[in-house]
């Protein structure tokens, strides 16, 4: 799993995506908290709201539920996981960057870690001419 680097819950901490070149980014799926146990997933925080920017760009803010521990397999992925669209402000503007930041977490029972245990881009690049 991703896990923030400072001695408390990690607020402010970002996760950046650096793009070679243009992408189109459509919807981040992201696998919440440390899921290697039910053990590690509950003694460690977990995102409860990021903000999410394109290109450095405020997309918005989205709450995430704290669901129950489930380990996140390919055939469940869509169920463990939280599907977040990107702005429809942006539109399907290529991005160079993204940026996730965390604004609020779950607390853990016995950790401020806070984890993460995947994050999905789901884009599609864009064609040169």
Not at 61 to 87: C, H, Q, R, V, W
Not at 91 to 112: C, D, F, N, T
């Amino acid at each position: 799993p991703w896990v923030e680097g400072k001695k408390d819950t990690g607020i402010g901490e970002k996760i950046t995506y650096s793009f070679k070149g243009p992408c189109l980014v459509t919807h981040i799926l992201i696998v919440n908290g440390f899921r290697k146990s039910e053990k590690t997933y509950t003694e460690n925080c977990r995102l409860k709201k990021i903000a999410l920017y394109v290109d450095g760009e405020l997309q918005g803010t989205y709450e995430l539920p704290d669901k129950p521990f489930s380990l996140a397999m390919n055939s469940n992925i869509l169920e463990t996981g939280d599907l977040l669209p990107l702005s429809e402000k942006r539109g399907l503007y290529p991005s160079q960057s993204l940026e996730i930041e965390i604004l609020e977490v779950w607390p853990g029972s016995k950790y401020l870690d806070t984890c993460v245990s995947e994050i999905i881009l789901l884009k599609a690049p864009i064609p040169s001419h």
